[in-house]
Each structure stands twice: as structure tokens, then as C-alpha cells.
């Protein structure tokens, strides 16, 4: 793996009835120089504000935070005109959106709201038919053609250009879709506990990286990011990362899990899940967590 400077966020929902207090965890994120802010993007939930439109007014109250949808449910935006959104929020922005993609999952409530029911290998065909669509749509002056069995454009005027080089970063579970993510993806956002246990992440890794390498890529190229659920005590705990467990120790506890996913596993990006997102945890984090990590992995 790469030796990089290692990268640290916060996920955080969009919950309707919270977006006062997520306005404000994005704020303090931004003015503690945390590096990445996560929200989810569930489009189906009801009780669940649109990702896009919280992630633009987050972009606009803050400075320095690079925001993404993680992930952006694929089967529910349609990737021409997602490609224009993330231009626009990178241009916007100054530069600070990324684009996690989801190939999808809960199809039922997929369906319920328009969208497609796919296979597994359905969603990957999909999934990569929309990344050549999105890249394409950022060349500006050109007109994009792409023909797939799931998305087409047709000599559609592309445009405009992100700032910078938005990195499209697949939230990959199965060994195809992770395979997929080292051939094509510029970074992989490891899905949460649920939905692939820990012990599935240096199997995983190693698909990556062979995948990137038979596609004639370098694997440190691909953003390797870890997200973890869990809580920051005051007291330790296990440390021990089993199956769909929570993690619960302290500060000290948590450091020595990320600096040993740095070194052994080959993580270079941390987003925390903070079971209780407020303000507490988000402090312990920045102040208690992250400069421990950055001196274990110096």
C-alpha cells in the first residue's frame, strides 16, 4: 500500500427533523479541521432530508470540509445528471465534493419509489455504465456518448468541469463489485460493519489492489477509506474488531484500532459513525482520537 497522509471524517444522517444540529456538527467539523464529512443517502426514507440539497447548504457553511454522499443510491439519480450536480457542488465549493456511489441495495424500497430492481450483476453492469457517464460529463465542450444496457446519453452537450479531479469512490461489497472497484473506482469507501464484517476487510483489500493491477493501475491510486461504528467512552473497552460489533473504549482503545488498519490493512481514510452524533463525540474524535492516530502511524 501507499505510505499517505492519512484522512479523517464524520458521518452523519440527514435526519428532517435534525438538520439545525447537523448544520452545526458540519460547522464545528470544518472549524476543528476534520478532513471529511459523510452523509447518508437513503432517498427512500421518509423520515430522511434529500442528501444533495443538505450536502449543498453544508458546502456553503463551511470552508475547508470535503463533503460526499455516502453513498449515493445509484438506482434513484440518474448519472448524466448527477455528474452535473457534483460539478456544480465542486464549483460551488471551491473544489470540496466527492461522489460515493452505491451500485444500490433494499431494492424493494428502490422500487417502491420509482426506481429499478436489479440483480447483483445488473447493478455492476449499471454501475459502470453510469461512471463512464458521470466522467464523461465532465469534459466540457465535448458531447457524451455512452451505450449501455442500464443508462445511455446521446451526444449530450457535457459540461461543465469540476473544480478538481472529483473522486468517484465505490461503497463495494461482493468480491465482483470490489474487483470492479480496483479496475475502475478512484477510491473505495468500505462499507459499515452491517454489511461486510471486519474480518472481510484485508480479503477485500487484496482484491482491490490485484484488480487495479490487472488493469494496469497502480493500487496506492485507489483511496482506501474505513468506516467504523461506534462509540468514543471515557473508560476502555475491547478493542478487539469482531463480526457487526459496535466499537466501545476510549480514546486510546480507538487509536490503536485505526493505526493498526493503517499499518496492517492499508486503510489511509477514517470516517467515524458515531452511534450518539452529537457534539461530545464528534470533540473526542478531532481532539482525542485523530492527532493519537496521526503520532502512531508517523
Known amino acids: 500500500m501507499r505510505s499517505v497522509n492519512l484522512c479523517f471524517g464524520i ?58 454522499p ?5 438506482p434513484l439519480r440518474g448519472p448524466a445528471l448527477l455528474g452535473k450536480q457534483a460539478a456544480t457542488l465542486d464549483l460551488l465549493s471551491g473544489g470540496r465534493f466527492e461522489l460515493a456511489l452505491g451500485a444500490g441495495a433494499f431494492w424493494p424500497a ?16 449499471a454501475l459502470t455504465e453510469a461512471t463512464q457517464i458521470i466522467r464523461a460529463m465532465w469534459v466540457p465542450g465535448a458531447k457524451a456518448t455512452v451505450q449501455g444496457a442500464h443508462y445511455a446519453v446521446s451526444g449530450v452537450q ?43 476487510w484485508q480479503g477485500a483489500q487484496q482484491i482491490i489492489s490485484a484488480s487495479a493491477i490487472d488493469a494496469g493501475r497502480d493500487p ?4 482506501r477509506m474505513a468506516q467504523l461504528v461506534g462509540d468514543i467512552t471515557e473508560a476502555p473497552g475491547s478493542v478487539r474488531l469482531r463480526g457487526e460489533e459496535p466499537i466501545r473504549t476510549d480514546a486510546a482503545g480507538w487509536s490503536r484500532i485505526l493505526a493498526d488498519l493503517a499499518t496492517e490493512t492499508g486503510f489511509d ?23 493519537r492516530v496521526r503520532e502512531l502511524c508517523a
Open 11 to 68: 458521518q452523519l444522517a440527514p435526519t428532517a427533523d435534525e438538520l439545525p444540529r447537523i448544520r452545526a456538527l458540519a460547522r464545528l467539523a470544518d472549524r476543528e479541521g476534520l478532513d471529511l464529512l459523510g452523509i447518508q443517502d437513503h432517498p427512500y426514507a421518509g423520515g430522511l432530508a434529500d442528501t444533495f440539497a443538505v450536502i449543498a447548504t453544508v458546502l456553503a457553511e463551511t470552508e475547508r470540509l470535503r463533503v460526499f
Open 70 to 74: 455516502d453513498v449515493a443510491s445509484l
Open 110 to 125: 428502490i422500487s417502491a419509489m420509482g426506481g429499478p430492481a436489479r440483480t447483483n450483476p445488473e447493478a455492476l453492469q
Open 158 to 200: 457535457s459540461g461543465p468541469a469540476p473544480v478538481h479531479p472529483v473522486g468517484i469512490w465505490f461503497g463495494s461489497v461482493g468480491p465482483k463489485a470490489n474487483a470492479l472497484t480496483g479496475r475502475i473506482a478512484d477510491g473505495w469507501a468500505a462499507p459499515i460493519p452491517h454489511y461486510l464484517p471486519y474480518e472481510k
Open 220 to 223: 496506492g491510486d485507489v483511496m
Open 269 to 291: 481514510t477514517f470516517v467515524y459513525w458515531p452511534e450518539s452524533p452529537d457534539e461530545t463525540q464528534l470533540r473526542r474524535w478531532v481532539a482525542d482520537v485523530v492527532p
